[in-house]
């Protein structure tokens, strides 16, 4: 078995594909990894949260990424890494933006369940929307065992 | 559905079953995302690497995390981070806990060809056997939807 980089355009259709990532967010160089809804589209990664911890941290420091991955053996995967920007779609200055990673996400079965789920545990209130944030690709890299290909 | 935060038992289980995590680490506030083989006994998480950035990034700065998740849905999942201080596992200083590793991690079904494969895509030497490190766990947190219990 060897291992190969995956091309841009390979690691590009992987994220197409993907339903769930691992966002990696760091503050004063901790790193936190928390699994996250996704949806790829041209040079941006949707999701949505709640208030918690990784939005803190994102708010305070913007560099995050996102990892994806198909394993289906230790000798059978794919993992692609995206780096990038935290962008927060907030009213008014990100309406358009906001309304259209609404309508990516909803796409995805109950995806607002967890959203609505996570923010009554967090902060015991259920009557705030969820918050939608997207990041904004800056560098892709991605290994494929070569069983994969 | 409603989420709750997991015992420290109930974190300790879920690694206990975990073969995979995401490996989180940060340089310059930058954090980087990899999946990893790994083992988890008492207060540390056991897995094995080559030379490559995450190595690189950890020894520079050794705040570590790391992702373990079941996901069956949307709505019935659970996610376990543990953070904790990376030690590389090097002899004659940890030659005890480095032999430890890798009896812990040679249970794993062709464990070494990864880490093989992944030297010679990095490196283009395949000589060098893999190096062998661990996350002595500081905190555990964990999250688990209400289907999921």
Same mark, same amino acid.
């Given at each position: 078995m060897a291992i190969s980089e995956m091309s841009d355009k390979e690691c590009r259709e992987a994220l197409t594909r993907a339903h769930i990532g691992r966002l990696g967010c760091a503050l004063d160089n901790q790193p936190y990894v928390v699994p996250i809804s996704i949806v790829y589209e041209e040079d941006y990664i949707y999701s949505f949260s709640t208030a918690g911890q990784k939005v803190e941290w994102m708010r305070e420091n913007p560099k995050v990424c996102v990892q994806t991955d198909e394993i289906s053996g230790q000798s059978k995967w794919l993992s692609v890494v995206a780096f990038g920007q935290y962008q927060e779609l907030r009213e008014p200055l990100f309406e358009i933006e906001r309304a259209h990673a609404r309508k990516l996400l909803d796409r995805? =079965? =109950? &995806? &607002?369940l967890n959203a609505l789920a996570e923010r009554q545990l967090k902060v015991?209130?259920?009557?705030v929307p969820p918050l939608f944030f997207r990041i904004r690709i800056e560098s892709l890299t991605g290994l494929v065992s070569a069983e994969s290909e």
């Open positions: 995805q =079965h =109950h &995806w &607002w015991g209130d259920a009557l």
